[in-house]
């Protein structure tokens, strides 16, 4: 019922957004049909090659840079035809996206037979090369192999029989695909072939249906990657039916090997074109609708600017974005798009105190500040209609990220503004250089050194808590970490701390951050993830990594280099108390990995992320009948094409929110698409199903109300702190909604935002008060037995050094350190390096 439903409200709207689709876009799909797709049914130039009179491989070899031709730019498809025997998933997803040209190098070899100089030589990977070779040297091979039970008579045997089927096999291998197709389908019947043969053949249909290369090849004539096991099978019982005897011998004699597979692929395209036609029909009519190529071409209005692009390029600690910021401030009208909220109010906040009226824009929150030209937003909600003098896009590098990045490259791509200003590492530049020649912007580079540089500390704090000095940020990436350390850091020494972590609200992080930055009170030193790299102005004299491996989701991993110079770089800023930045680990056998980390030059980023706009999916999704929104999103992916310099965003959290609303029936596609962006942890139950608490509300056409309580005291324990959070980001939850849906369908927002701060309110006291074992979310409301004094708690913890200011390290942590080590033996002069 939701499907139906889902369906015919996609339908509906979708005329309506077809026509107004295509007319702004209308420039971008002609340049997609005409270079991105090969025209079935344009004439067919003349061109030297094997294939002659051939309907489609003539089309299909040329734009695959047969014989050093030129290469369209097309969908990239793998050109490893190595992966056959299972390997077919993978190879297909990882190739799948983007187009790389492939090059049958069909001019000297032929599907493993190579023309040398008259004599022909037969190349099978997969057999012994003796056997395989026809020439002297293989009788030679043949003849040491088994000399004593051959006699000369046999070999001079062999040898004709071998030169015959080498000849045969010449002349089978040289036919033209389309000839040998239709010899295939005018005969009436297929040679008889002996049992093993039938065996061998088998087994070289079954490598041709598991072969990711072949499967990727068959989606440039529109056979989709779960249509092609299907193909292959109709195909493998056609070719048994009718395979005459030698070519059937030349394939046994290839065996399942890539050669075999790139000898029957041209057939197997002759035998879908003349088979398939719905189905190429119907997945050619996915792919058009699922273009993502050329995304410059779909902002037409900034396209028809002349733009002038400043990318102010240079390590954290540079100035970059004090100077786009002055830009900013002196133009008539503004706006600046940062990561986090954070940034954008601090921005907010600090145009607003200059006297330059400037409003603030967040998922969450719209502050609109009277007679304002100037806006701070989060890069999301940066919007494409207005136009701007002058624009900032800070932490450009983002681009690359792999779920947020498609909202960097739409502000870059589509921002109406005569000046805009990059900030960012260098890690992105080329590929701006690359995305300004295809808009034609002008690009201006200004290239920024670190203020002070930054040094390492090369005595690290040997794991003895006593180390700690005010002014130190220690960096943990987990929140049990974080809140571990702070314990331990608390019990051991006389510091306060205060703690930042993405799990907490904009304004608790702000608070701690004021908190810690504050000479006159007792906390000074701040414990911290990864969250502090981005966005807060600290009075930072030195980062502590307490470790360099974090949780991907899946296993524990070294924190990547570019992520270790980001948070590094937050010691020592410009105007702070102590702009000479240190860095240092915990211990001893991580500096190594920092001193690598910061001597790393940024990497240079090959791919932007891209993902398509509403109005798009909801196109496609007019091809689908009967999908659900999940299932339509996968197929999206399937089928989408893109330029080499872009990747489309990872979805997966998407696809589980799709998944959990899949039940809630009434909501039209562009509902479904907008809940599916609502931020929320996926990995939080309880967040989960307050968002199906109001989408199902709402597809009931009834006011959604917050329908949650407010706990009177601050958390005493953590998990009643993980509670808190929890309810604010409920709340995020629910003005994130308002804004992005009729205010009277979300009409409690006012008390959402009073609730909202009262909560950060309880969240800052119960932080400062905080001296309790941290829990995971999975644990929570489960605490553990508390442990003696000293004593690690049992399968968590590890003492990596003994006595009284001894710290514990993680279990896991303490796994891949052990692992480490024993790769790499710990240098004894390590104390005496030292980097800068
Ligand atoms: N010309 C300047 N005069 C006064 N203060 C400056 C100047 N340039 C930068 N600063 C200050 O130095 C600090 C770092 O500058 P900024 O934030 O612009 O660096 P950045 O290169 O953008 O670093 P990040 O990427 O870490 O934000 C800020 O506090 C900023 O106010």
Redesign the pocket.
């Known amino acids: 019922m939701a499907t139906t439903l889902f369906n015919l409200c996609a339908r509906k709207r979708t005329i309506h957004r077809l026509k107004v689709l295509l007319l702004s876009n209308i420039h971008h799909f002609n340049a997609a049909s005409t270079s991105q797709f090969r025209n079935f049914d344009a004439p067919i130039p003349s061109f030297s090659t094997h294939f002659r009179n051939s309907r489609f491989p003539l089309r299909f070899l040329q734009s695959w840079n047969l014989s050093g031709g030129t290469t369209l730019p097309m969908r990239q498809f793998s050109d490893h035809a190595g992966d056959g025997g299972g390997e077919k998933d993978t190879a297909a997803e990882s190739d799948y996206e983007f187009g790389k040209s492939v090059s049958f190098e069909l001019e000297n070899e032929v599907n493993g037979v190579s023309s040398l100089s008259g004599s022909v030589v037969v190349k099978n990977d997969d057999t012994n090369e003796c056997n395989s070779e026809v020439d002297d040297d293989s009788v030679e091979c043949n003849s040491n192999s088994s000399s004593s039970s051959i006699g000369r008579d046999e070999l001079e045997n062999n040898s004709n029989n071998n030169n015959q089927n080498s000849e045969e096999f010449a002349s089978v291998a040289l036919r033209d695909p389309v000839e040998l197709y239709r010899a295939l389908c005018d005969a009436k019947k297929g040679a008889k072939l002996e049992r093993s043969e039938g065996e061998v053949l088998l087994e070289v249909f079954n490598y041709f249906a598991k072969s990711g290369w072949a499967s990727n090849q068959a989606l440039a004539i529109y056979i989709g990657l779960s249509f092609f096991p299907t193909a292959a099978s109709k195909f493998h019982h056609f070719f048994r039916k009718k395979c005459p005897a030698d070519v059937a011998r030349y394939l046994v004699s290839l065996g399942p090997s890539d050669s075999a597979v790139k000898f029957l692929f041209p057939i197997f395209v002759e035998f879908c074109l003349d088979n398939f036609p719905d189905e190429i029909k119907r997945f050619r009519g996915m792919v058009e609708m699922a273009d993502l190529t050329k995304p410059h071409t779909w902002f037409p209005f900034a396209r028809a600017m002349k733009r002038k692009i400043i990318y102010h390029c240079?390590p954290?600690?540079?100035?970059?974005?004090?100077?786009a910021l002055q830009r900013f401030m002196d133009a008539k009208k503004g706006i600046y798009c940062g990561p986090l909220r954070l940034l954008a109010m601090e921005v907010f906040d600090k145009v607003n105190a200059k006297g330059i009226y400037c409003s603030l824009l967040t998922g969450q929150e719209k502050k609109h500040v009277p007679f304002s030209n100037h806006v701070a937003c989060t890069v999301e909600m940066v919007s494409m209609q207005e136009l701007y003098d002058v624009a900032i896009i800070d932490?450009i590098q983002m681009m690359s990220d792999p779920y947020r990045g498609f909202a960097w490259t739409r502000a870059l791509l589509g921002l109406k503004a005569d000046e805009i200003h990059l900030?960012g590492d260098p890690s992105v530049l080329d590929i701006v250089r690359k995305i300004c020649q295809d808009t034609g912007d002008e690009l201006y580079e200004q290239h920024?050194e670190r203020?002070k540089p930054l040094v390492v500390e090369a005595k690290t704090l040997l794991g003895n808590l006593q180390n700690i000095r005010s002014g130190d940020c220690v960096v943990a990436f987990s929140r049990r970490e974080i809140f571990e350390v702070k314990l331990a850091i608390e019990k051991q020494t006389k510091h306060r701390c205060c703690v930042i972590y993405g799990a907490l609200p904009p304004e608790t992080r702000r608070h701690q951050a004021t908190l810690f930055n504050d000479q006159s009170n007792e906390y000074d030193v701040l414990v911290a993830s990864d969250a502090v790299g981005m966005g807060l102005?600290l009075n930072i004299r030195r980062v502590i990594f307490n470790s360099l491996s974090k949780y991907n989701g899946d296993k524990m991993v070294p924190v990547p280099a570019s992520q270790v110079k980001q948070i590094a770089?937050r010691a020592g800023?410009?105007?702070?108390l102590y702009p000479d930045g240190l860095a240092t680990t915990m211990h001893l056998d991580d500096l190594d990995y920092l001193i690598e980390c910061l001597k790393q030059p940024f990497d240079e980023v090959k791919k932007v992320g891209l993902f398509p706009f509403f109005e798009q999916v909801e196109l496609f999704a007019s091809q689908l009948p009967n999908m659900t929104f999940c299932q339509l999103l996968e197929k999206f992916g399937e089928s989408c094409r893109l330029d080499g310099s872009y990747f489309l965003c990872l979805y997966d959290h998407i696809k589980k929110i799709a998944n959990m609303l899949e039940r809630v029936q009434g909501l039209s596609l562009e509902d479904r698409f907008n809940f599916c962006f609502a931020p929320v942890n996926i990995r939080d139950p309880k967040a989960m199903y307050h968002l199906l608490r109001f989408a199902t509300t709402f597809s009931q056409n009834m006011p959604v109300n917050i329908a949650m309580g407010l706990p009177r005291s601050s958390a005493r324990n953590d998990s009643e702190l993980l509670d808190l959070e929890t309810r604010h980001q409920v709340l995020s939850m629910y003005l994130w909604l308002s804004n992005h849906f009729k205010q009277e369908r979300f009409p409690y927002v006012k008390k959402a935002e009073a609730m909202a701060t009262d909560i950060a309110d309880l969240l800052a006291h119960s932080l400062s008060n905080a001296n309790w074992k941290p829990l995971s979310r999975g644990t929570r409301g489960k605490p553990k037995a508390e442990k003696g004094e000293g004593q690690p708690e049992s399968g968590n913890a590890v003492v990596l050094k003994t006595g009284k200011h001894s710290y514990l390290r993680p279990q896991a942590l303490s796994k891949l350190y052990d692992r480490r080590r024993q790769d790499k033996p710990l240098q004894v002069d390590q104390s005496k390096k030292v980097a800068a």
């Open positions: 240079g954290t600690n540079s100035g970059k974005t004090y100077n932490e900030c920024y203020f102005n770089g800023r410009r105007g702070c």
